[in-house]
């Protein structure tokens, strides 16, 4: 018997990772409800656009059958990502492979999350449901939401990224902030509003890096630019201050006080910004483990957080759906299955941790520009050898 068979499975988190679950699991047969805490489909996706790579993301959505409408969605304009200085002087152009071996095309994440909704039974969706707990109740996990509601399930994967209430059934770990913090903004009617911004992203992708600092920036399919400002802070006082920063002429004055030595250039992405979000990075142990639990596990962001700085956070959220699947679709129990995927999991996380914090030092160090700028450099040359040869 299937380790899924006659089993009521629980997803929580509506996110990439929990939907590419679900339908894997549906393809297979299995009894899935993702429950997740926005109030609707319609409520907006933020975010900058998400690499999927070849034997990860990719991977998942052609077990899933849904590249041809990957396809269909990706943007292969953002085909290039620039590296400046803090003054905007341009150091290096970083072409993505969007095609052949080793590709990583971009799509937006509305887009992502719309091809696999609608690859899902319908009502597989159980809208504006916030867990609020969960505990084992004799071999079943009771689930209790925001409101009242509850639910009883066989299984439940916790999908809900780095703050998951559904961690706590399975490890009293949780994630460390990691030093960095990211603030970020969305520039609407780019083109017209920070012009000379506009003409220095080139219609793709940026990172600036210099002082222990960086900002990013993407155009978004609507001429917006989505921008993210990352900062070294120990305390709270730059957060406090900016979330007091009620106009633009504060906001302009809170970059220029926590961004030493940065142009003038990027002051319009603070005086123009819609609104600015402050985002602290977490990351979780690389050598984390935990003791499987027979109906309860987790994926993404909920089992392995990390900072963005390989872009690795949904592609492996992605193969986790894909390995997780697998497991249940075969001959066993539940419970064997988990900690098949568990084991599999914590060996892939390990190296993929410790080389994402290598990376987030690098971004961050004195010397960033040389060293990131030589990353890149060294990517080119990696993909260029094989083709000469």
């Not at 730059?238 to 906001?251: N, T």
């Not at 961004?259 to 602290?280: N, Q, Y």
């Amino acid at each position: 018997m299937r380790a899924i068979e006659g089993k009521k499975i629980a997803v929580v988190g509506g996110g990439p990772g929990g939907l590419t679950l679900a339908r894997l699991l549906q393809i297979g047969g299995a009894d899935v409800a993702v429950y997740e805490r926005d109030q609707s489909r319609e409520a907006r996706v933020q975010g900058s656009a998400l690499d999927l790579h070849e034997d990860s993301g990719l991977a998942a959505l052609e077990a899933a059958g849904l590249m041809e409408a990957f396809w269909a969605n990706h943007r292969a304009d953002l085909d290039r990502l620039r590296l400046t200085d803090q003054h905007g002087r341009i150091l290096h152009d970083h072409e993505r492979k969007m095609s052949g071996a080793g590709k990583r095309p971009e799509i937006e994440r509305g887009p992502l999350r719309d091809l696999l909704l609608d690859s899902l039974r319908p009502e597989t969706v159980h809208w504006d449901r916030k867990l609020e707990s969960a505990e084992t109740v004799g071999d079943k996990v009771a689930l209790r939401f925001a409101g009242g509601e509850s639910v009883l399930v066989d299984v439940a994967i916790g999908c809900d990224g780095a703050n998951s209430r559904l961690r706590a059934a399975v490890t009293p770990v949780a994630p460390e902030y990691v030093g960095v913090s990211l603030v970020e903004g969305v520039v609407g009617a780019a083109k017209e509003a920070v012009p000379e911004l506009w003409e220095l992203l080139g219609g793709a992708a940026l990172i600036a890096l210099g002082n222990e600092r960086t900002i990013g920036m993407g155009t978004k399919p609507d001429g917006s630019i989505l921008f993210y400002a990352g900062l070294k802070t120990a305390d709270a006082e730059g957060r406090q201050r900016l979330e007091a920063a009620d106009d633009a002429d504060k906001r302009v004055a809170w970059f220029h006080a926590n961004f030493e030595g940065w142009s003038a250039l990027w002051e319009p992405l603070f005086a123009k910004a819609k609104s600015v979000v402050w985002r602290p990075l977490l990351v979780c142990p690389e050598d984390q483990h935990w003791e499987p639990k027979p109906n309860v596990t987790l994926i993404g962001d909920a089992a392995h957080v990390m900072p963005p700085y390989a872009g690795e956070g949904v592609n492996m959220a992605m193969l986790d759906a894909l390995v997780l699947s697998r497991e249940l679709l075969q001959e066993g129990d539940a419970g064997s299955a988990i900690a098949r995927y568990e084991a599999e999991m914590f060996e892939r996380m390990r190296d993929m941790t410790s080389d994402t914090m290598t990376n987030t030092e690098m971004f961050y160090s004195t010397d960033a520009a040389d060293r990131v700028v030589g990353l890149f450099r060294s990517f080119a040359g990696a993909a260029a050898g094989p083709s000469a040869a």
